[in-house]
């Protein structure tokens, strides 16, 4: 009998990133999950106002949370399904923000105009990216658009665009662009942290049903098939390097979106938005919460920001952050969501389970 | 005119040979166990750091620059035996991310030990002054630099290509089943290589902290130039490694004397030009996988 658990889990290991995300042609997320995805949502907005009333502090958090949450959520679109590890993701966040901060400022603070036009923004730039990048696989895919990343990060650092058309600023260079003003729709003015709190929730829910809705569809199996075996789907007949062009655009759009909730938040755009430091936290995000789950990254991705932002004032949070990551990397593989799933299907042997993975830990140390 | 371009060479050759030092170490690392090591930037600003206190402590920088790799290689045991090891088998992207958590805790240490405040390891005073090559004066320390890192990148070369310790790495990297099979203990192979790894890169840490500055955002900076490098040169290949480093370090010289803010763009344009073109890297042995 152990032997053949054995077996499974050698096999597992050689398929490799099916260990990490969820298995293929499993639903994204059960009624169940929805239910429990609402609920969540429905805590948040009506723990706001309390949020509001006590501790302004917790509102800027909790926005903060849901734009990272948002961000993680695109990135675990493209990689926990499509298997692409983007090492890039910052370059489409920071080009929506930007885009928001330079349209807010010069034309509308209507956040309907704006926010599909950041979107639209974070799609091309991915889909610049992507075209150059699909074709190279795993480690290079990374390494590639952890380039063009950088690239456009320069860009922005020495205001490249202002030089080439001759003017004297467009992206402010390393300053950024400050005093970005806060939106409105129609006349409803968002200026209040509540009210941008609010559409924030909004915006992210209204993501995450849109991206659970195109895992599930036919084009998510796909992706999930060339996550699986690309070879196979090639014969099969898929113009595989098209699909992942399109999935790494869609999960662009979103990026960009992401940046364009965040940046009026923020009241300023800055270089930093684009440094590749923020596309590695996005992968321990998307790690520590759990991949292809699309809920599991969210989690993650809160969690981090929460941690950040309670341990700024420890000199030590890199520390702890760290040895956080490196845990969950050893003993929870499959990150928070992982966990959390396993813990539901099987209560009782948590505990031997954990047990179980110090001790294989240990064999594995000594060789 | 020509003095300057002199000048840049010179300068380009120096930091790519320091660049080699660390990109070596990266790219065997990656080559036998398909690690990809973000946290070869943090061995390397250690390295910078224990030679400073090193160099504080004992007043040498020589003991500072026989010192420090060992202590970072002993470092290195650790995270490999400890960190790394417990890992083989699974998928390689678990290594990036567990190299990135290292990479940051690393940064965290740092921070807490050492302040953030930029400091500078004396350079002996053997080495002070500056001589003239041709038109130019150009500092003795640098040329010590480009002098020693050279040497040992080129013994480094050899005794990989000839010696039966570098045959029996690349037999590791080739075939680690083989390899097993015929009783050698690539675990232990494994940490040898990385520990050698650390060291190389604590040397380039102790070795540029004299010329430029030893700061807390050194490791990450130097990271993706060497990633940079590794990629250009073909994932894994030492040969590769080399050549790019010296690419680079030179199109970073050349790129200040013409546009100082770009050099940058110009080193991520070049990387990603020589990807599209040919995907596995210059010297790249396999198809990207």
């Keep these: 009998m152990k032997a053949i658990t054995e077996y499974a889990h050698n096999l597992k290991e050689a398929v490799g990133l099916s260990e990490v995300t969820a298995p293929a042609g499993e639903q994204v997320l059960s009624s169940q999950g929805r239910i429990a995805a609402l609920i969540v949502a429905g805590v948040l907005a009506a723990f706001a106002p309390v949020a509001q009333a006590f501790e ?53 603070t209507n956040a309907l105009i704006v926010l599909p036009i950041s979107m639209l923004v974070g799609i091309l730039v991915a889909a610049f990216i992507g075209w150059f990048s699909v074709r190279a696989k795993g480690i290079y895919f990374a390494m590639l658009t952890l380039a063009f990343a950088q690239m456009f990060y320069v860009i922005i650092f020495t205001d490249l665009p202002a030089a080439a058309l001759g003017v004297e600023t467009i992206t402010g260079g390393d300053d950024g662009l400050f005093g970005i003003p806060l939106y409105d729709i129609f006349g409803i003015d968002f200026g209040s942290r509540l009210l941008y709190f609010y559409l924030t929730l909004v915006f992210v829910l209204l993501s995450f049903a849109i991206l659970v809705r195109v895992a599930n569809s036919p084009f998510g199996r796909t992706m999930q098939g060339i996550r699986e075996n690309e070879e196979r789907m090639q014969f099969i007949g898929y113009n595989v390097q098209r699909y992942k062009l399109l999935a790494f655009a869609i999960s662009g759009g979103f990026a960009g979106l992401a940046g364009g909730l965040y940046v009026p938040f923020q009241s300023v755009a800055q270089p ?96 | 005119m020509l003095e300057s371009l002199l000048r840049a060479t010179l300068l380009g050759l ?22 990809i090591n973000f946290a070869h930037g943090a061995l390397y600003m250690l390295g910078a750091y224990i030679g400073l206190v090193i160099a504080d402590l004992l007043g040498s920088f020589w003991l500072a620059l026989l010192l420090a ?16 090891r417990p890992l083989y088998g699974r998928n390689p992207l678990y290594h990036i991310l567990l190299t990135f958590g290292l990479a940051i ?33 150009y500092p003795v320390y640098w040329l010590f630099v480009l002098a020693f890192s050279t040497i040992l990148i080129g013994t480094i070369w050899i005794a990989i290509e ?24 690539v675990k232990k192979v494994f940490t040898a290589v990385f520990v050698f790894g650390a060291a190389l890169a604590a040397i380039a840490g102790v070795l540029l902290g004299a010329s430029r500055s030893v700061h807390p955002g050194m490791g990450f900076g130097v990271i993706i130039e060497a990633f940079v490098i590794v990629v250009i040169g073909g ?49 790249g042995a396999t198809e990207a996988a």
Excluded: C
């Design chain 2, 14 to 35: 120096q930091l790519g040979v320091t660049l080699a030092l660390i990109a070596a170490g990266l790219t065997l690392i990656f080559g036998m166990m398909d690690v």
């Design chain 2, 105 to 137: 805790m690393a940064q965290g240490i740092i921070v807490e030990i050492w302040g953030a405040r930029s400091r500078r390891i004396p350079a002996p005073e053997l080495l002070s002054g500056s001589v003239s090559v041709g038109p130019v004066t």
């Design chain 1, 56 to 108: 302004p502090f917790w509102l800027n958090l909790l926005t903060r949370m849901l734009v990272f949450a948002l961000l993680a959520l695109s990135l675990d679109f493209v990689f926990g399904y499509a298997g692409l590890l983007s090492f890039g993701h910052a370059a489409m966040f920071g080009a929506g923000g930007y885009t928001a901060a330079l349209v807010v400022r010069e034309m509308t």
């Design chain 2, 69 to 84: 790799p060992l202590v970072v290689g002993v470092i290195g045991a650790g995270i490999e035996i400890f960190s790394l």
């Design chain 1, 272 to 367: 930093g938005l684009l440094h590749w430091t923020i596309s590695g936290e996005l992968v321990v995000m998307l790690l520590l919460g759990g991949m292809g789950t699309l809920w599991g990254p969210m989690l993650g991705g809160a969690l981090v920001i929460y941690l950040e932002e309670r341990l700024a004032g420890f000199a030590t949070w890199e520390i702890i952050l760290g040895s956080v990551f490196v845990v969950v990397v050893i003993f929870a593989p499959r990150g928070l969501a992982g966990t959390l799933i396993s813990i539901r299907n099987d209560p009782r042997n948590a505990i031997t389970n954990a047990k179980g993975a110090l001790r294989n830990y240990i064999e594995k140390v000594k060789g």
């Design chain 2, 162 to 185: 000839r010696s039966d310790l570098g045959i029996l790495m690349r037999a590791s990297a080739h075939d680690t089943e083989m390899v097993d099979a015929l009783g050698v203990d």
């Design chain 2, 235 to 283: 994932l894994g290949s030492f040969k590769g490694a080399i050549y790019a480093a010296l690419l680079i370090g030179l199109v970073i010289a050349y790129g200040a004397l013409i546009a100082p803010a770009l050099t940058d763009l110009f080193i991520f344009t070049l990387m990603a030009a020589v990807l599209i073109i040919k995907p596995s890297g210059l010297f």
